[in-house]
C-alpha cells in the first residue's frame, strides 16, 4: 500500500451504499465491490486482522480506491455486476453459468396452467424454485400430472379445444378445457398442488384423506375412490422421491472443491425433504483461489437474486457465510453438517464438485489437443481461439437461410449462433447467398464493432471460398485465415477436403486426426443450425401461401388464425370445429382451411 493513506481517505468516505475499486499498479482494477455502508465496508480491509491471506495480498497492492454512492443497494448490485463483468477484476472470483435457474409456474389464468418456466417472471403467476436443472423441473411437473392432473397445455390450444386431448385420456388431465371438471374443483386441486410445490406434502395427504372421508360418509362412493387413487398415487410419489430426511425441509448444501487450479463450488437443493439434484458452478477461468473464498463469493453472487431456503448447510464456518448474508440484508439457518443426513448430502455435494472439475480438465485437455492438431495442419501462427462456421440451406431456392456457429476453444457456443435470413438474390445462388451473410457478419468487424475470429470456415468448396476472400478483400479483412470444408465422394465422412484460398494443394487429412474431427464437428453443427432454420421457414412461407390461396381467407382472417393457434402449426393441426371458434370463420370457410392444408 505504499504511498496509500487510507485514515485519510476514509475521512472523505460516505455512509451511503454504492460500489467500491481497488486500483493497484498501472491503474490495474484489483477488486470490485458493493456495501450497504461505503465508509464500514471499505474500512474493514485496513484492519489488523484480514480474513484471508488472498485478500491481504490484495490489499497490499492497493494504491488508491474509487468509489461510486448510489440511491439504493439494488442499483449498487447492478453496478457491481457490470463492473466486474467489463473490468475482470483479478481478486473477484466470478462464477459463469450460461443458463438461469428453472421454475415452476403455475400461470395466471382462470384455470391455472402447470409448466417449466425460465427467465422473467409476470405478473400475477406463482413461480416455485429455483430448481438446479430442468430434469429436476420436468421430473417434478410429470409427478404433479399424475396427482393432481392440472393442464400444461398453451391458452391458444386451451381456448380452442372442441374434446379433451390425449392426456386426458391416460388421466394425467381433468380436461377443464371443456368443462369436464367444475372451476371449484380445478381451483382446490391447485391449491393442493400449491400445498405440495411449498413443501407442506403433509397437508396435502390430510387434506385429501378428509374429503375421501367426506365422500364416503354421504355415499358418494365414486368420489370417495377417486380420491382414493389420487391420495395413493401421492403416496407412491413420496414413498419413490422422498429422501429420508424426516422432515419436510427446504435446505441448500454448500460444498466446494479445488484441483490443479480449478475452482468448483457445488449448490445441491432439498425442496420439501426432496433431493432435487445439484448444480456445479466453476468459478471463471484463471481464478485460481482458496475454497474457502469462492464459496463465500458463490454465495454473495447466488443470494443476491435469489431467495433463501429456510437452512444452509455449508463445508465452512457458518458464521462467514452468515456474514455475507447479513451484507445482502438475508437471514437464514447456516450451520454445519450434524445429521447423519445432512452429512450424507455434504458429502455427495463435495464428490459431485470434484467429478465436475475433472470433466472440466478432461474437456480442456481435449480441446486444446485438437485446437493444436488444427493449428498444425492448417499452418497458423496461433491456436484458433475463436472460429466461426458458415453454410447456406434452401430446397431448390426456396426460403434461403444461412447460419454461422461458432467454436470458442474447443467447444460450441451456442448463444453466439445467428441466422440470416436471405433476401433479393437469385433463388438457388449459394454464391450470393454467401456474400450477402459475409457482408452482414464482418462489415461491422470491419469498422471496428464485433468480435474478431481467428479462423472462418466455409461449407463448400473453391466457388465459396473464393466468395469470402473476395468479401474480405473488400472490407480491408484480407489477413483473416478463411478455409473451405468441401464434401468428400458420396458425402462420406472422413474424405473432406480443406480448401486453401492461397496456392496450397487441397489438405486430406487422416480420418482418424483430431483435427479433422474438430472442423467435422463445427461444420455438421452449421448443417444442423442452417437446416432447421431453413425448414422452419419453409413451413411458415407454405402455409402462409396455401392459405393466401384460399378463397374468403384475406390478411384479417389469416392474421386471425396464426394469432389463435400460435403459429403454422397450430392452425395445420386444427380441427374444423377449432377453425370455427375463430373470429370470421364459418363452418364453410373452416372446411375448406382444413381440406387445403390437410392437401398441403
Known amino acids: 500500500m505504499a504511498g496509500f493513506d487510507a485514515v485519510a481517505f476514509l475521512r472523505g468516505v460516505p455512509d451511503d451504499p454504492g460500489v467500491y475499486r481497488m486500483i493497484g499498479a498501472d491503474d490495474a482494477v484489483l477488486y470490485v465491490g458493493k456495501a450497504k455502508n461505503l465508509r464500514k465496508r471499505v474500512a474493514s480491509y485496513f484492519r489488523a486482522h484480514l480474513p484471508s491471506p488472498r485478500i491481504a495480498m490484495m490489499v497490499a497492492q492497493i494504491e488508491r480506491v474509487e468509489i461510486t454512492a448510489t440511491r439504493s443497494e439494488a442499483e449498487a448490485l447492478i453496478l457491481e455486476n457490470n463492473l466486474i463483468k467489463s473490468l475482470a477484476p483479478r481478486y473477484n472470483i466470478l462464477f459463469r453459468d450460461d443458463k438461469s435457474y428453472p421454475y415452476i409456474t403455475l400461470t395466471a389464468h382462470p384455470h391455472p396452467r402447470l409448466a417449466f418456466h425460465r427467465g422473467g417472471f409476470t405478473r400475477g403467476a406463482r413461480y416455485f424454485g429455483p430448481f438446479p436443472g430442468s430434469v429436476a423441473v420436468r421430473e417434478s411437473i410429470q409427478l404433479l400430472q399424475k396427482v393432481f392432473k392440472l393442464r400444461t397445455c398453451e391458452n391458444a390450444v386451451f381456448n380452442n379445444r372442441s374434446r379433451p386431448c390425449l392426456l386426458h385420456q391416460i388421466n394425467r388431465c381433468t380436461a377443464p378445457c371443456v368443462d369436464l371438471i367444475s372451476a371449484d374443483d380445478y381451483a382446490a386441486d391447485v391449491r393442493l398442488a400449491t400445498l405440495f410445490l411449498e413443501g407442506r406434502a403433509g397437508e396435502v395427504v390430510n387434506r385429501l384423506s378428509a374429503r375421501m372421508q367426506a365422500a364416503s360418509d354421504r355415499l358418494a362412493f365414486e368420489e370417495a375412490a377417486a380420491l382414493r387413487d389420487q391420495l395413493r398415487a401421492l403416496q407412491h410419489v413420496l414413498h419413490r422421491q422422498y429422501v429420508d430426511s424426516g422432515r419436510e425441509e427446504d435446505v441448500d448444501i454448500l460444498a466446494a472443491a479445488a484441483v490443479d487450479g480449478v475452482v468448483c463450488v457445488n449448490l445441491a437443493m432439498v425442496r420439501g425433504g426432496r433431493h432435487l439434484g445439484d448444480r456445479p458452478q466453476l468459478a471463471a477461468a484463471g481464478q485460481a483461489c482458496p475454497v474457502e473464498d469462492a464459496l463465500l463469493a458463490f454465495v454473495e453472487q447466488h443470494y443476491a437474486s435469489l431467495p433463501l431456503p429456510a437452512r ?289
Not at 445432512?342 to 475433472?358: S, T
Not at 491456436?383 to 447456406?392: K, N
Not at 402462409?544 to 384475406?554: D, H, P, T, Y
Not at 363452418?587 to 375448406?592: D, K, S
Open 312 to 600: 444452509i448447510v455449508t463445508a465452512i464456518a457458518p458464521a462467514k457465510v452468515r456474514a455475507v448474508l447479513d451484507e445482502l440484508g438475508k437471514r437464514a439457518v447456516v450451520v454445519s453438517a450434524r445429521r447423519e443426513i445432512e452429512k450424507g448430502w455434504l458429502e455427495m455435494a463435495e464428490r459431485n464438485a470434484q467429478l465436475a472439475i475433472q470433466a472440466r480438465l478432461l474437456s480442456t485437455d481435449r480441446s486444446q489437443s485438437r485446437l493444436s492438431a488444427l493449428q498444425a495442419a492448417l499452418a497458423l501462427p496461433e491456436s484458433p481461439a475463436r472460429i466461426e462456421c458458415f453454410d447456406i440451406s434452401h430446397t431448390m431456392g426456396e426460403a434461403t437461410v444461412a447460419a454461422c456457429v461458432v467454436c470458442e476453444h474447443g467447444v460450441m457456443k451456442r448463444s453466439e449462433y445467428r441466422r440470416y435470413n436471405i433476401t433479393g438474390i437469385t433463388g438457388g445462388d449459394d454464391y450470393a447467398a454467401m456474400r450477402q451473410v459475409l457482408t452482414r457478419r464482418y462489415e461491422k468487424v470491419a469498422g471496428g464493432e464485433g468480435v474478431r475470429p481467428d479462423l472462418v470456415l466455409i461449407d463448400g468448396g473453391r466457388g465459396q471460398l473464393a466468395m469470402a476472400v473476395e468479401v474480405f478483400a473488400e472490407l480491408g479483412l484480407e489477413d483473416l485465415p478463411a478455409v473451405g470444408v468441401a464434401k468428400g465422394e458420396g458425402r462420406k465422412a472422413g474424405l473432406e477436403s480443406l480448401i486453401f484460398a492461397d496456392s496450397r494443394p487441397a489438405l486430406h487429412l487422416d480420418p482418424a486426426s483430431a483435427a479433422l474431427h474438430l472442423v467435422q464437428e463445427i461444420r455438421d453443427e452449421a448443417h444442423r443450425f442452417a437446416i432447421t432454420g431453413h425448414r422452419a421457414k419453409r413451413a411458415r412461407a407454405r402455409i402462409g401461401s396455401q392459405l393466401e390461396r384460399i378463397a374468403g381467407v384475406g390478411p384479417a382472417r389469416r392474421r386471425n388464425l396464426l394469432a389463435t393457434f400460435g403459429g403454422v402449426d397450430g392452425v395445420r393441426a386444427a380441427t374444423v370445429e377449432d377453425l370455427c371458434r375463430v373470429d370470421g370463420i364459418n363452418r364453410t370457410l373452416a372446411e375448406l382451411i382444413h381440406a387445403a392444408l390437410a392437401r398441403g
